[in-house]
């Protein structure tokens, strides 16, 4: 499969990176030759751990003489940085994803908040001969999610990425006989062969994993210009058969799904689901390669061992699809280091930052990075070896802020509603194209 081609346009606490003050002849920077420069980053801890960016750090600073840099790490990124960009201290570079709750990026995008970083992609890597665009797989800058104006330019640079899709115990199915669901269908009669065993088919973490399961169908049922319709809010995309199609599908999958799962799935106790999978309590929950080191500790079944599959088809021998998760580093339009920012951006795409990424099993979209994973990541980055698996990527477009309207809150945040019972499909549909007419009217 020529994975460049199939990829479609479509979380690490507070790292302060500080380089400090002196004075004379100023270089391209903006800094004297005798002054420690200064930069600021701001990254989201998240299951990949400390470690890494340590590493980075020091390896940044031996390739970068004068550099001094202080770092920081949080869960609680968010909340540590807003005083100070309330204050007009921004970060000069933030390792920040969107579809966050705080939603954060999204504001500074609506906000052009952000800096224009296409030329950092042209940039040669510090240290190496290739540009940072010869390095990158092919799509991850030709999707909504890095250019979120539509204009052409990249304002968000894509760091670590991560096939989502069902997770599993390939061990149960092995000692069950049971066949991976290729298609609804087949997921239906399934849930139903493992609920006379007191299994259910199906739980999530949150309703925020819908983002990932929600987009694969929406390319499963109408491809790429359905989805690319509805990332527009066109008109009427929420009432057409395609968008139908998944809704009515999610709204029955609620039949499906462990009875414990809402109650647990907010951010204090989303893990109970997920331990759900390794006690063998249910079969299938969206998720990304995180999960992997998110619960490295916790206990599970004696066959347990981790699958990941595509969302299923719609139809017999319909395409499948696996959405591509990846989070973004961005310069805000507000720093004061940009020229500095946009050469340390260029660094994470160096063999050297990218193998002290993937000691921690962050992988970025660098040309033969898979190429290094062993056992279990290697097989989940594998999933788009099979010729019906494509991969999909992209999110909402830009808008101006308008008020009460969050196409997240109404998408994805409406879920537990609906598998609880308390929302229909139609009433659910309905509200999505309410928020979308906004927003359509509000586009950038």
């Known amino acids: 499969m020529n994975f460049k081609k199939l990829l479609i346009s479509l979380s690490m606490g507070a790292m302060v990176f500080t380089l400090g ?20 980053v701001a990254a989201l ?26 770092l920081t790490i949080e869960k609680n990124l968010e909340e540590v940085i807003r005083p100070n960009m309330q204050a ?46 010869d390095k990158l797989l092919g799509g991850f800058t030709e999707t909504l999610a890095t250019n979120p104006y539509a204009d052409g330019e990249t304002y968000l640079a894509p760091m670590f990425y991560s096939p989502t899709g069902l ?53 499963a049922s109408g491809g790429a210009d359905f989805f690319n319709s509805a990332m527009k809010y066109e008109d009427g995309v929420w009432e057409t058969k395609e968008a139908k199609k998944v809704l009515q599908t999610i709204e029955k999958l609620s039949e499906y799904t462990h009875p414990n799962t809402v109650a647990n799935a907010n951010p204090k106790d989303y893990t109970k689901n997920q331990q759900m999978i390794l006690d ?40 499948r699809y696996a959405f591509t998760f990846f989070e973004q580093m961005w310069i805000p339009a507000k720093a004061k280091n940009k020229e500095a920012a946009k050469d340390f951006i260029a660094y994470m ?18 040309t033969g990075m898979t190429d290094k994973l062993e056992d279990e990541k290697k097989t989940f980055y594998s ?17 101006k802020p308008v008020p009460g309207a969050n196409m997240g809150d109404v998408l994805y945040g409406k879920v537990d509603s609906v598998m609880s019972g308390k929302l229909t499909y139609k009433e ?15 586009m950038k």
């Open 45 to 70: 801890e998240s299951a990949y751990g400390k470690d890494m960016w340590h590493q980075v750090a020091e390896s940044y600073e031996a390739m970068n003489e004068g550099v001094k840099v202080e």
């Open 167 to 219: 997770f599993y115990n390939k061990g149960l199915f092995e000692e069950k006989g049971w066949e991976v669901p290729a298609t609804w269908e087949e997921m239906w009669e399934l849930g139903d062969k493992a609920a006379k065993e007191g299994i259910s088919l199906f739980t999530y973490p949150t309703t925020g994993y819908f983002d990932t399961l929600v987009g694969s169908m929406m390319y």
């Open 383 to 399: 999933i788009y070896e099979d010729d019906a698996v494509l991969p999909a990527m992209g999110t909402f477009a830009s808008t």
């Open 21 to 40: 003050a002196c004075s004379e002849k100023e270089d391209v920077n903006g800094a004297s030759e005798s002054e420690e420069k200064v930069l600021k």
């Open 88 to 133: 007009g201290e921004f970060p000069d570079v933030l390792l920040l994803a969107t579809n966050r709750p705080e939603a954060m990026t999204e504001t500074l995008i609506k906000e052009n908040g952000l800096e224009q970083i296409s030329d950092v992609f042209e940039r040669t890597v510090p240290g190496e001969k290739q540009s940072v665009s």
């Open 280 to 319: 063998n309590n249910a079969l299938f929950m969206p998720n990304g390669t995180w999960v992997v080191d998110e619960m490295k500790e916790a206990p599970r079944a004696d066959n347990f061992e981790w699958g990941i599959t595509a969302i299923p088809a719609f139809e017999e021998n319909g395409d």
């Open 349 to 366: 795409y160096s063999d050297q930052a990218a193998q002290h990424f993937l000691e921690s099993g962050a992988v970025q979209p660098i």
């Open 428 to 442: 659910w549909q309905a509200s999505i194209e309410e928020v979308s007419d906004k927003l359509r009217a509000a």
